[in-house]
């Protein structure tokens, strides 16, 4: 009998280790359950989080990009515009009469030094054969130009079109102050 007493304290003491182990372990997954259900949460925290943030910027960027697209639109509109009102003007010059036009041809051949060709637009080919001086200048073959001419020498070239005066030189100073009286309100 106390082989059977010593077995069965053994099977006891077997059987509460058992027990203990089993314990321990529900424990331990417990445990690990629950640390991977917070983890699992947190992370789904972050990721809702993050989508937010991603949301919040690509709205952002869209906005911002949306804004850039209508400003470049209105700016372009603006510049359609400018380039209308200066080709207008450009109409208007031609369309002077030679009267008016002459000081201005006389001031640009004053401005050239050196003997040449000049090369006038079919609407002034006349009057400039008349007041440029037949020692300095050669007239050569009429343009399509506007008005005005073309200087054409060995050493030098110069544009005295219409067009070229006013998109050269007439625009580049009085453009600001147009687009002021213009577009700001």
Not at 33 to 39: K, N
Not at 76 to 84: A, V
Not at 96 to 121: M, Q, S
Request: hydrophobic fraction near 40%; charged fraction near 30%; charge should be neutral.
């Amino acid at each position: 009998m106390a082989l059977q007493d010593i077995l069965d304290a053994i099977s006891a003491q077997a059987d509460q280790q058992i027990a203990d182990a089993r314990s321990a372990h529900q424990k331990a997954i417990t445990q690990l359950r629950e640390a991977s259900e917070r983890s699992l949460a947190k992370k789904k925290q972050d990721m809702a989080l993050h989508k937010e943030e991603k949301k919040r910027q690509l709205k952002a960027k869209t906005e911002a990009h949306a804004e850039a697209h209508r400003r470049n639109s209105i700016l372009q509109t603006k510049q359609e515009l400018l380039n209308r009102l200066f080709g207008k003007v450009t109409d208007a010059l031609a369309a002077l009469p030679d009267a008016e036009v002459e000081p201005l041809l006389a001031a640009c051949l004053k401005t050239i030094n050196l003997h040449g060709t000049l090369l006038p637009a079919k609407k002034h080919a006349a009057l400039l054969r008349k007041i440029a001086p037949s020692e300095q200048f050669t007239m050569g073959e009429e343009t399509s130009a506007r008005g005005g001419f073309l200087f054409v020498s060995e050493k030098q070239e110069a544009d005295f079109t219409f067009e070229h005066l006013v998109q050269e030189a007439l625009r580049p100073q009085m453009e600001l102050e147009v687009s002021r009286d213009l577009f700001v309100a």
